[in-house]
């Protein structure tokens, strides 16, 4: 399980515009599966792309079941700034 603290938030963001595509399309569809269906790809590129960001985060973005994929609290206010984070980078 990950830790739901967040790391600092002021240092530099691995995060890239197909990750935020990713993210997006997961948040917006509701589940993994969908997401890579729109995305035309498979289910572990997806996972591939969250799972790392969550992880680097330091909390989970989406709760998952048996319904689908659901944003957690966290969700909501970090995608935003990982938005901001890659365009502060130079990303989208």
Known sequence: MLPTARKDLQREW???AGDLKVLEAVARLGG???????????RSNVTV????????LGTMLFQRN???TLLTAAGPGLLPRTAAGAAARGGP
């Open 49 to 56: 792309r969250v799972s790392p960001l969550e992880e680097e």
């Open 32 to 42: 993994i599966d969908r997401a890579a269906e729109a995305l035309h790809t498979v």
């Open 14 to 16: 691995a995060i890239d």
């Open 66 to 68: 048996s319904q689908g």
